[in-house]
């Protein structure tokens, strides 16, 4: 992760596979904190905590924030399920809630955080 004008270079879109998510620490917390899943040419980002609890993170291993067949998002904490493009809660303690959305841009094959505060 870079630090730039334009914000903070996450990575490449390449570097998540099509259908897969992935973790991030920008703040240097020693855990992520935020996570994206990338569907073809775009790119979802999140906080990595369930609205049901603030504390439970989402991933049930490393870079694994999806369901079995990649169709959510998932707590494995609460087993609820949360859609890819807007961040709701589809089932689950939390429905009718939402995943806190991460500000970023696509920029030249690469992934910006714009949002600095996390």
Known sequence: ???????????????????????????????????????????????????????????????EFLNGDRSHIMCAAHGALFQIEDGACVIGPCLGQRLSPVSITLRDGCVWMTEPDL
């Open 1 to 63: 992760m870079t630090p730039g004008a334009a914000g903070l270079l996450l990575c490449r879109i390449e570097d998540i596979p099509d259908g897969h998510s992935r973790g991030f620490d920008p703040g240097k917390t020693g855990r992520d904190t935020m996570f994206i899943v990338r569907r073809g040419g775009r790119v979802y980002a999140y906080r990595n905590a369930c609205p049901h609890y603030d504390r439970a993170r989402m991933a049930w291993k490393k870079n």
